[in-house]
């Protein structure tokens, strides 16, 4: 690496390092985050799409990560399940004010393997388990206390943490990046933009004007 001025050989602040994987990139300021974000480090917004090209974001909580992607959970009934099953494409963004660092993904979906989802499951808590079981979650809902039934009856059901089985239809999404851009917070709005691009197997890096 370049030292030079606190500089990377691309003339980038340091923080962006000489990675050829952005994963490798993206885990050092996730570590950062992990130091200096009050809550959620993970929190992350997901943008899917309708069938009439309608955009909807929300925040989940990223729950996963590897070299083939990253992971979030959820009910595949709800809004954001039916759209990713009728579009597998998907984008998302973190945003850390502490650091003032982004990061934003492009790519497609992919829903995760049953012992991955199994695993993460089993490790919730028990109420977290529960709610999974008593919530349709997007549908709409007459009154509260129709869903804070559902949670007693399930409680009921399921009284031991063991013995809460992961409900079909809440799994794992796994977002395959094709792109993950890097973004530094800079004085007078002269950010720092580091573009990867997923060709032929193999990631390219490309500046970007802010």
């Known amino acids: 690496m370049n030292q030079n001025n606190g500089k990377n050989s691309l003339g980038l602040d340091r923080c962006f390092g000489d990675l050829d ?3 490798d990139l993206f885990k ?15 929190a992350v917004a997901v943008a899917t799409a ?22 979030f959970y959820t009910n595949f009934n709800s809004k954001k399940g039916e759209e990713l099953k009728n579009n597998l494409k998907s984008s998302m963004c973190f945003h850390w004010k502490s650091l003032r660092r982004q990061v934003r993904v492009l790519g497609t979906v992919e829903e995760v393997t049953a012992s991955e989802a199994d695993e993460y499951y089993n490790s919730r808590p028990y109420k977290n388990k529960i709610g999974a079981w008593a919530s349709n979650q997007s549908k709409q809902l007459e009154q509260r206390e129709i869903f804070l039934k559902k949670i007693k009856e399930f409680e009921k059901k399921y009284k031991e943490q063991d013995s809460i ?3 079909p239809h809440w799994s794992g999404w796994r977002i395959i990046p094709k792109e993950i851009e890097f973004w530094l917070d800079g004085e007078g709005r002269i950010h720092e933009r580091l573009l990867y691009v997923k060709e032929n197997k193999s990631w390219k890096k490309k500046l970007l004007y802010p």
């Open 21 to 23: 994987n952005p994963i």
């Open 50 to 71: 309708d069938k009439k090209n309608q955009p909807n974001v929300r925040m989940v909580l990223l729950k996963g990560l590897s070299d083939k992607g990253f992971v």
């Open 28 to 42: 050092n300021w996730f570590s950062e985050a992990e130091k200096s974000e009050i809550n959620d480090p993970n």
């Open 165 to 167: 089985p992961r409900p």
